[in-house]
Structures are given as structure tokens and as C-alpha cells.
């Protein structure tokens, strides 16, 4: 954030999002006679840990979503936000292996914009 690097934000935000909606457990519905616990704080319930296989494997899907989406972009003529789209797998695949790592199935990353 602070080099102001927009799309490495994106990226990083983007993949923390959607581990903190996987931590997130079911809200039973109630209806009728059921009546819910009322009162602060009595439907807290404890969200869920993910394991780092876990968390690897949403990363990688959120990595996977962002190439293949570019490469809708692609052939649909738009290779600005394909390129975008690239930009940040790169970012996350960095993270995600460590420096020094690649995408697999690529020589290089075409960008590689360094941690954030």
C-alpha cells in the first residue's frame, strides 16, 4: 500500500478475502416457534481455522480464477484487463511459493512486482 501499488493491493486483498469468508461457518435459520438465543452477543459462534493446505488451495483457486478470466479477456479482445488480471496472479503466485518461484506452466512471470 505504500508504494501504491494498486494492483498487488487488489490481489493480496482479494485472496485474504476469500479466506475469511472460508473461516466462516453456517448461521442456522430458525422459523416459526423457534425462537432464536437473543441478547448480545448470543449468536457469536467461533469461525473456523483453516490448515495451511487450506488456505494454499484457496489461494491457488483465486490464482486459477484470475488466468482463466484473463484469458477470457483475451479472446474477447481486451488485453488490458487480461494483462491486469496477469499482474496479479503474479503478485499472488509470488506469495504464494516464495521468491523465486513461477507460475506453473510459465517460463517467467510477464510482470513481477516485488512483496508488498
Do not use: W
Request: hydrophobic share 35%.
Amino acid at each position: 500500500m505504500k508504494r501504491r501499488d494498486s494492483v498487488a493491493v487488489a490481489a493480496l486483498r482479494s485472496a485474504l478475502a476469500a479466506m475469511d469468508n472460508a473461516e466462516a461457518v453456517e448461521v442456522p435459520r430458525f422459523s416459526g416457534a423457534e425462537a432464536p438465543l437473543r441478547g448480545l452477543g448470543a449468536g457469536d459462534v467461533a469461525r473456523r481455522h483453516l490448515s495451511a493446505q487450506e488456505m494454499d488451495d484457496i489461494v491457488r483457486a483465486e490464482l486459477s480464477e484470475r488466468l482463466e478470466a484473463a484469458a477470457t479477456y483475451d479472446r474477447s479482445g481486451q488485453q488490458t484487463h487480461a494483462e491486469r488480471l496477469r499482474r496479479e496472479g503474479d503478485v499472488i503466485a509470488a506469495h504464494l511459493d516464495g521468491p523465486g518461484h513461477d507460475r506453473p506452466g510459465h517460463d517467467r512471470p510477464r510482470h513481477r512486482s516485488g512483496s508488498t
